[in-house]
């Protein structure tokens, strides 16, 4: 048996897949995503020809072979880049048992039966190397049954991985220890699924669907019984346990059909047959019409059919209906309508929305308040069962089905007295230990200790535990024990983020950059030159940011106030051409939604650390303007740079041209750097939570290594006139091919005269430009599009509808 302290050591770096399935696929792009080289296993086809024949192989490895295939056309994309698959390499479960001996990470993704499971295990546990980590990616079986197929020397290296789907966007992984599984094996796991993976790991006790599918799935069911038993539709269900409460847009039944339906039949089965002793056992009995639509093939989005079935009409145009709950038949979705709850939409905060909720009278507050009691309830009810401390359940919640605060967070929020005295008055009392808890005189679940420890509130013995602090998380929190928040406005803030790096935060709606980030940004780098050593641009919303705020712009053009968008360029080029010329590194921290400005601002770090999940692009285009805070001015510089000292300038713009004039969006960081959004040195952080901290490192890591801020750029090569005429010709011919409009026509010769060096203006084409001069061009484009009736309307289109009018 090998020693705890060899997996505290080693670091994970091949991994084999057991199972090509949707999910086992998925599994394995995600490990490829990570850097690791993957063998993906599925069994040989029954017409497969025998070992040695010509070709067999390749035959015989067919069902993994068609899987690699099939990654790219998947969707959600499975992988951030397409080069990415190449790290995975296809065999069966015959032939390729041999190379299991050099894996360090061995996860099974069969069939969820235990018996299928099983003899899997007996198949492959000779092959195993002396330190193979072997786990089962099982959504509830209990490890320990799985345990006992194996051989004693294996159990130890033995543990439940349980992904969520899908697996690169789902942030959850749940990590089970079976009887024997070592400690240093759960801690080897888990740092390899955090700081490799990305991922959030919660340890959930070895109970049937362990911690979220198991408060989930009984939101579910109980869900379905409550608008049965109030005759309430799938509609009105949906209204009021989606983002009303603080749960995604998918709310219950949209839900319920990306799961499954048959899945979600057979994780109740799973707490019926391995929980008897459940609280509320009965909740998992499915209702009557669960079963009437699994038994009539109503599964789901897999079926195309469940609570919502997708049409289309006479005219070609997709529409979703929705089921009747008392026939079964499909209908035209109703809107529905809840007068007592439109006034709660316009609260942004969640629990001041629900405190509101609590008191509202009518059918749908009613639903949504019976739904979240009994959510809340049940959680309390096995918290005890399937975690260690409630915080486990809390992030389960919010990582593995989207939920915004987790039950406990909710509680607290509302507060924990209040909710116990109305469940009580309802007949739904809260469990005891959460009434005793009460009666201890306590009004919370998490807390901080007389030394400033975070605690929760400990689910056996008396008491609080120390919350354990998860590592490498940098949190923007006004607080006696984290950042300082040193200078705030409407828009952004400035924060002391400890060992001398200063934080410049956006946190306007959707992040959206106006006068006030602009400000701040400012004061950023003046605080900066002061009294400190870097600066990190990052935040922790939604979106990084989603670029300029156009409503204001807008505004501004509509009332004519020239100069006030001439400002307001100005300010926007200051700032990011600041982050270019100050004296301390700025290391930009992108993720989720960065457009337009946000791409721009990042576009000026001296160097970037983006979350994996990054959907930047200079998309002004289609509000019908160009990017005009330096984006267009760095495109052109990233690709003359990419051209060599004897690059053509020509090529240079018009490989920028079609990146700005096509608005292309990354659909992750690595394309991103492929479409040259990044450049190759950026790092990317797979883990969103670690993105902050490892930006902040990155930051001290360059002032410490005496960092010099880069001399301006006066003599920069551009092509003049024959830049204008290749991009003038390609656009006539777009025009002519109806592929852009007139309008598009004029936007595109705009930014054909900035990547031209100002050609066509007066005097000699221009050989050479200075930084400024671009930022002068853009500057000049900008202010004339704004003054076009036709990008006004793309603008106000785009603020309407929330998409680009190409008009």
């Given at each position: 048996m090998n020693s705890p302290s060899e997996y505290a050591t080693r670091s994970l770096r091949k991994a084999a897949v057991l199972g090509a399935g949707v999910m086992g696929r998925a599994i394995a792009a995600h490990l490829a995503n990570a850097g690791m080289e993957v063998l993906l296993l599925d069994i040989v086809p029954k017409d497969a020809p025998s070992p040695g024949a010509a070709g067999a192989h390749e035959a015989r490895s067919r069902l993994a072979i068609d899987a690699l295939k099939a990654l790219p056309k998947d969707r959600p994309a499975p992988l951030f880049s397409a080069e990415i698959a190449s790290r995975i390499h296809p065999g069966n479960l015959e032939d390729d048992l041999s190379q299991l001996s050099a894996m360090d990470w061995v996860v099974e993704v069969v069939i969820e039966r235990a018996d299928i499971k099983g003899q899997l295990f007996e198949r492959i546990a000779a092959h195993l190397g002396p330190k193979t980590i072997l786990s089962s990616n099982t959504s509830g079986i209990p490890i320990a049954e799985l345990s006992k197929t194996l051989p004693a020397e294996l159990r130890p290296r033995f543990l439940g991985t349980h992904f969520f789907n899908p697996p690169r966007y789902m942030h959850l992984l749940e990590l089970i220890a079976g009887p024997e599984t070592l400690p240093?094996?759960?801690?080897?796991?888990?740092?390899?699924?955090?700081?490799?993976?990305?991922?959030?790991?919660?340890?959930?006790?070895?109970?049937?669907?362990?911690?979220?599918?198991?408060?989930?799935?009984?939101g579910m069911l109980r869900t379905?019984?409550?608008?049965?038993?109030?005759?309430?539709?799938?509609?009105?269900?949906?209204?009021?346990?989606?983002?009303?409460?603080?749960?995604?847009?998918?709310?219950?039944?949209?839900?319920?059909?990306?799961?499954?339906?048959?899945?979600?039949?057979?994780?109740?089965?799973?707490?019926?047959?391995?929980?008897?002793?459940?609280?509320?056992?009965?909740?998992?009995t499915p209702h009557p019409i669960l079963t009437k639509m699994v038994e009539a093939g109503m599964l789901g989005s897999k079926t195309d059919q469940g609570f919502f079935k997708k049409r289309k009409t006479e005219d070609g145009k997709s529409v979703i209906d929705t089921i009747d709950l008392k026939t079964l038949e499909y209908r035209e979705t109703i809107r529905p309508r809840f007068p007592e709850l439109e006034p709660l939409k316009q609260t942004e905060e969640l629990i001041p929305r629900l405190r509101a909720l609590m008191k509202s009278k009518g059918r749908g507050a009613e639903l949504a308040w019976a739904i979240l009691r009994d959510s809340l309830r049940y959680a309390a009810s096995v918290a005890d069962e399937i975690a260690d401390d409630i915080?486990?359940?809390?992030?389960?919640?919010?990582?593995?089905?989207?939920?915004?605060?987790?039950?406990?967070?909710?509680?607290?929020?509302?507060?924990?007295?209040?909710?116990?005295?109305?469940?009580?008055?309802?007949?739904?009392?809260?469990?005891?230990?959460?009434?005793?808890?009460?009666?201890?005189?306590?009004?919370?679940?998490?807390?901080?200790?007389?030394?400033?420890?975070?605690?929760?509130?400990?689910?056996?013995?008396?008491?609080?535990?120390?919350?354990?602090?998860?590592p490498g998380i940098l949190q923007l929190v006004?607080?006696?024990?984290?950042?300082?928040?040193?200078?705030?406005?409407?828009?952004?803030?400035?924060?002391?983020?400890?060992?001398?790096?200063?934080?410049?935060?956006?946190h306007s709606k959707m992040n959206s950059l106006g006068g006030d980030s602009f400000a701040m940004g400012q004061k950023a780098m003046q605080l900066a030159e002061e009294s400190f050593d870097a600066i990190v641009v990052g935040n922790q919303g939604e979106h990084f940011s989603a670029g300029a705020n156009v409503a204001l712009l807008l505004f501004a053009a509509l009332e004519g106030e020239w100069e006030d968008i001439d400002l307001m360029v100005r300010s926007f080029q200051r700032m990011t051409m600041g982050f270019r010329q100050c004296s301390k590194p700025v290391v930009v921290a992108p993720f989720s939604l960065t457009l337009g400005g946000g791409a721009e601002v990042t576009l000026h770090g001296d160097e970037v650390c983006a979350s994996a999940e990054l959907y930047m692009g200079l998309v002004e285009v289609g509000v019908g303007l160009i990017p005009a805070g330096g984006g267009t001015k760095e495109m052109y510089l990233r690709m003359l740079d990419a051209e060599g000292p004897e690059g053509d300038p020509r090529n240079a713009a018009k490989r920028a041209f079609e990146l700005i004039g096509m608005g292309k969006v990354s659909t992750s960081a690595q394309e991103a750097k492929n479409l040259g959004l990044l450049r190759p040195s950026d790092a990317i952080q797979l883990n969103a939570d670690r993105l902050l901290s490892s930006a902040k490192a990155r930051a001290l890591a360059l002032a410490r290594s005496g960092y010099r801020a880069p001399a301006p750029r006066n003599e920069i090569p551009v092509g003049g006139d024959d830049t204008y005429a290749l991009l003038e010709v390609g656009l006539y011919n777009f025009l002519q091919a109806g592929q852009i409009s007139e309008h598009d026509r004029l936007i595109g010769l705009k930014i054909a005269q900035i990547l031209s060096g100002g050609a066509h203006r007066s005097g000699p084409s221009p050989k050479t430009v200075s930084e400024q001069d671009l930022l002068d061009l853009?500057?000049?484009?900008?202010?004339?599009?704004?003054?076009?009736?036709?990008?006004?309307?793309?603008?106000?289109?785009?603020?309407?509808?929330?998409?680009p009018l190409r008009n």
């Open positions: 240093a094996v759960m801690a080897q796991m888990k740092e390899t699924a955090e700081g490799s993976l990305g991922k959030g790991v919660v340890v959930a006790n070895d109970r049937p669907n362990f911690i979220a599918n198991r408060i989930g799935a009984h379905v019984q409550l608008a049965m038993d109030g005759e309430y539709s799938v509609e009105d269900v949906e209204a009021v346990t989606g983002p009303l409460v603080g749960r995604p847009k998918s709310a219950t039944f949209r839900t319920a059909d990306l799961v499954g339906l048959d899945v979600l039949l057979h994780v109740a089965a799973n707490v019926r047959n391995g929980a008897a002793d459940d609280p509320e056992i009965d909740a998992f915080a486990a359940i809390d992030r389960a919640m919010c990582w593995g089905f989207g939920w915004k605060m987790g039950p406990f967070e909710v509680w607290q929020g509302l507060g924990i007295a209040r909710v116990c005295e109305r469940m009580e008055k309802e007949g739904h009392p809260a469990p005891a230990w959460v009434l005793e808890h009460v009666k201890n005189g306590a009004d919370a679940f998490y807390l901080r200790d007389e030394e400033g420890t975070a605690c929760t509130l400990a689910l056996s013995g008396d008491g609080r535990a120390r919350l354990v602090a998860r006004a607080d006696d024990h984290g950042p300082r928040e040193l200078a705030r406005n409407a828009g952004a803030s400035v924060w002391d983020l400890g060992d001398n790096v200063l934080g410049l935060e956006f853009e500057r000049e484009a900008f202010l004339s599009l704004c003054g076009q009736r036709k990008s006004l309307e793309r603008i106000q289109h785009m603020l309407k509808r929330g998409k």
